[in-house]
């Protein structure tokens, strides 16, 4: 069933303003997931947004479809549990970086595993942000933090290789800066049966930004197009070029079948020759 | 068709599982522990004929998410484990209660702390199951000591769940979940099976945490029109985050107040042995079989005991045991720990009734000596 709805029709405007920082790129991505929901057509009854814990936790307060908001590093399994109970359902789960990849780690790489069908899509802004700046498993190694201050003694996760790795149909990089792009892999993401998992680089100004960007938050902002480079320009690059670049773009587009649909194939009424027996 | 008929020989962990089948569970997460993943084991050879779906998460803090996220899409969900799991799960199982979920935790109770004395009996996850969540709340437990009644507490922990719109928890432990019984399950039309109410009100209108007369809102699921904002953050009758302190006392009392309103409701004991008795016990699960043999062993030494059995565990059945208090010489609570429902025992005691304990921590059914042990030192 489908509907003709504006953006407006999934996003609760009168929850507005919304509780980000000035500069910070959350609303951005907002706008395009409620965007893509009207582009799709979809219901929004047919919609469960699940969060986690953090400041993009907090999106689901300005969504008019159905929501969930649980406990931190837990969207992924409240999610599995909810596509489950009603498979009809297109359930996307937001996360933040820490929420995603270090609490809620291990949710995540059994999602992606399993090839259940959600949309994650994470905000990394590569600090915890609500709790005050501190480093999270995407942080930069040597970047400064709250707990931090002489620079983060690890490396950084690259979300997207761990997504492609535990078997992920799609993945894909952008950031707050590139709009248009950001629209179009969330749309492609809630199309594509099986987990799909959208990266979007952040801007923190209030916190990573401030310590370790120069300039106003508009160069912050800018800064997001500056680390960043197309999947064509990156192979263009010189091997001492490729590791100051985050790479943008469709990573892996693939068609494993999902969780569901191998469980229906394997499970359809219960397996005869395995019953019966036991008691 | 392999759902059992007639009389069976079952395990309490099998006849667990059918008790959710036959209370209309269709979706079970859960993580392998023993002595509780025969329960799985069974769900997920037969969830599916049902329709019902079975996962293995990758551990129990996601199990216990996953069936708060399919009772919220409207399927009657359920997960079991034992000690350790149990702990993982505290964390959603506050979000549960505090987001008026409906679904049932399945403890089978072994040794511990930690990995304990695995994986003996015990029955020492009494006040985890209490005050396990952080935050007040209030919480329905069950304790089954039969296999048969294994099977229909399960149906009445899925039955209190709709009714209440709350996370139950059936407390089980080893020897129950573990013991074969002959049990006969009833033809699944002659039981009461009871569902979460639905909204009324036409989905403009429907605000999903506003309360009916009972204090407990109906349920509308994910994917019906009438939109469900389930929110882990102190919320007002939408279900969106408000931050109002009176709003969040508002919240708190009714939580309370839906449940310890309705205890008469609640609670189930049996009572067992003489109706007047210089000494009576009080327990519950496997214990409470022994505290039986040990009412007919005292018998035999011209002791009149009887036995108080507690059924329900939570909310703590205040007037039964205060009335017994007061009516009987001394009381015994045996139980499989070092002390936990004794405390609210004494409590009630609004009598001064001296309250001994008989304690087996043991790693084993409590040993009857140990009961009497208690009564003769009660009878000094």
Not at chain 1, 30 to 57: K, M, N
Request: aromatic residues 8%.
């Amino acid at each position: 069933m489908a509907v003709n709805l504006g953006y407006k029709e999934y996003f609760k405007s009168d929850a507005l303003p919304l509780m980000w920082c000035a500069g910070c790129g959350n609303g951005i991505i907002l706008r395009a997931i409620t965007e893509a929901l009207s582009d799709l057509h979809i219901p929004p009854h047919q919609v469960v947004i699940s969060t986690g814990i953090g400041c993009w936790g907090k999106a689901d307060d300005y969504m008019k479809t159905h929501a969930f908001h649980g406990s931190h590093g837990r969207a992924l399994a409240f999610g599995t549990g909810i596509k489950l109970g009603n498979p009809d359902l297109h359930v996307i789960a937001l996360m933040g970086d820490g929420d995603a990849l270090a609490i809620g780690g291990n949710h995540f790489i059994h999602a992606a595993r399993r090839n259940i069908d959600i949309t994650a899509i994470i905000s990394n802004n590569f600090n915890y942000g609500m709790t005050g700046g501190q480093y999270s498993p995407t942080t930069p190694l040597s970047s400064s933090t709250t707990t931090s201050p002489a620079g983060v003694a690890e490396p950084g996760f690259d979300v997207c290789a761990l997504s492609e790795t535990c078997g992920a149909n799609y993945v894909a990089r952008t950031t707050a800066y590139h709009v248009t792009q950001l629209k179009r892999f969330i749309t492609a993401a809630l199309l594509k049966q099986g987990f799909s998992m959208v990266e979007v680089i952040n801007t923190c100004p209030t916190h990573f930004g401030r310590r370790n960007i120069p300039g106003d938050t508009v160069s912050m902002m800018k800064y997001l197009k500056d680390i960043t480079v197309s999947k064509a320009g990156y192979e263009k690059l010189d091997e001492a070029d490729k590791e100051k670049y985050l790479v943008t773009g469709e990573l892996v587009n693939r068609e494993r079948p999902d969780y569901l649909s191998v469980y229906r194939e394997m499970n359809p009424g219960g397996p005869e020759t395995d019953r019966g027996e036991g008691h | 068709m392999s759902r059992p008929e007639g009389i069976q020989l079952m395990e309490g962990n099998h006849a667990c599982a059918w008790g959710a089948i036959d209370a209309g569970a269709r979706f079970f997460a859960g993580y392998p522990i023993t002595p509780s993943s025969e329960i799985a084991e069974v769900c997920a050879r037969e969830l599916p004929a049902y329709g019902g779906i079975f996962i293995q998460m990758e551990d129990e803090i996601g199990s216990i998410a996953a069936i708060i996220g399919a009772s919220l899409s409207g399927k009657k969900s359920f997960t079991a484990t034992s000690g350790p799991g149990f702990s993982l799960m505290q964390e959603n199982l506050g979000v549960g209660i505090y987001q008026e979920v409906p679904c049932v935790i399945v403890d089978i109770q072994r040794v511990g702390p930690a990995t304990g004395l695995a994986t003996q009996p015990a029955q020492a996850d009494v006040m985890q199951a209490r005050w396990g969540t952080h935050g007040d709340h209030s919480i329905i437990a069950l304790s089954p000591a039969t296999v048969q009644e294994m099977y229909y507490l399960t149906i009445r922990a899925f039955n209190l769940s709709e009714r209440f719109r709350t996370p139950v928890i059936i407390l089980g432990d080893q020897v129950i979940g573990q013991t074969y019984e002959n049990i006969k399950l009833p033809d699944p039309s002659s039981l009461d099976i009871i569902e979460r109410i639905k909204p009324f009100v036409s989905p403009e209108d429907y605000f999903p945490y506003q309360p009916d007369k009972n204090g407990v809102p109906p349920m509308a699921a994910y994917g019906d029109r009438h939109i469900v904002h389930a929110s882990s953050t102190c919320h007002d009758e939408t279900g969106y985050s408000n931050f109002k302190t009176q709003t969040n006392r508002a919240l708190l009392t009714r939580l309370k107040d839906k449940i310890y309103n309705y205890t008469d409701e609640i609670v189930d004991v049996e009572h067992f042995g003489p109706d007047h008795a210089e000494v009576t016990l009080i327990s519950y699960g496997a214990s409470s079989r022994v505290c039986k043999y040990v009412v007919g062993e005292a018998e035999k030494e011209g002791i009149r005991v009887n036995l108080l059995r507690l059924i329900s565990i939570w909310p703590f059945p205040d007037r039964i045991v205060r009335e017994a208090l007061g009516k009987t010489g001394a009381v015994v609570v045996a139980e499989m720990n070092q002390g936990q429902l004794i405390g609210e025992v004494n409590r009630v005691n609004a009598t001064n009734t001296p309250v001994y304990l008989a304690s087996g921590i043991d790693g084993a059914l409590i040993d009857p000596d140990i009961i009497m042990a208690a009564i003769r030192e009660a009878l000094k």
